[in-house]
C-alpha cells in the first residue's frame, strides 16, 4: 500500500525562482491530500503530476502563503467542468477567510464548496487511518498540524503453517486472519495466535506547518517515521531555525525528518540548513519542489 509525500512549495513567505510557496501533497493508494495551497500551485500540481481529483485541501493556518492558491485553483476546477464537491479544512476562525478566496473574482460556484474549521486533537476519522490536528505555535496567529496515523494492521498468516497442520485453504484461512477461532471439519479448534503473527502498526506523518519548536509537535511526532518541519530563518519570530527542528525531531525520536519553508536567502543552496540539522539530527534532508518521498512500511515488504 503506497504512502508518498510530493513538495509542490518549499519556500517560506515568497516564492524564489527555485521554488513556490507552500503545498505539500500526500498521495496515499491514489487518494490524494492536499495540505496547504500558496500561490501558484495548480501549476506546481501540473508540473509535478498530482491528480487534479482531490478531493481535500487542509490549511495549516491564514497566512498568504499558505492559501492564496486556492482561489486560482478552484477556479481552474470549475472550468475543467468539475461537479464533484471540494472540502476545505482550516484552524478555528479560518472559515470566513477561505470563504473570501473561495468566491473571489467568481460570481458562480460550478460545484459544491464545504468548509470545515477544524479543532486540534480531534480526529478526522478516514478510510484506513485518520489526521490528528494538533495545535502549534506561530505568533498570535492560531496554527495547526496535521498528523495522519494509519490503522493497524493485522499480523501476517503463515499460509505454509496452515497447510501442515491441514486446515483447508479458503473461507477459514480469511476467519483466522481475522482473530476467530475456528473448528476444522475434523473436530480441531484452531486458535488465531497458531498462524497469525502479532499486529504491525500502520505509518505515522507528521506535518507542523508554520510553528516555533513546540511541545505540540514533538507529542504528536513521538516515533513518528516521518517529521516534516518548517526551517525558515533564525531570526523571524513565529519560526523555527533548522537546529531548532532537529532538536524536536531528536526529542520526538522520528525516522526522518524532511526541512522545508526555506528562507529566500538559501533558496539555491540550503548546504548550510542541512549542516546545522545533521549536526543534531543526522537523519535529515531539506525538501525541494518537486521532491517525492516514499513511506515504507517498517521493516516489512510491502502488502
Ligand atoms: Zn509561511
Ligand atoms: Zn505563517
New binding site residues.
Partial sequence: MSLTLRFLGTS??RPTVERN??SLALIREGETLMFDC?EGTQRQMMRYGISFALADIFFT?M?A??MLGVTGLLRTLGLQGRTEPMNLYGPPGSEKLLWKAITLGSEKQHFEIMVFEITPETPLKRSGYSLVPFAVEHGDRLAIGYQLVEETRLGRFNPEKAREMGVPEGPLWGKIHKGETVTLPDGRTIEPSELVGPTRPGRRIVLT??SRPSEGTIAAALGADILVH?A?FATETG?STAREAAEVAAKAGVKKLVLT?VSARYSRDTSELEREAREIFPATIIARDGLEIDVPFESTPPD
Fill in positions: 517560506a513567505s510557496v507552500s500558496g493556518h497566512h502563503d499558505h506547518g508554520d518548517e525558515t519560526h519553508h
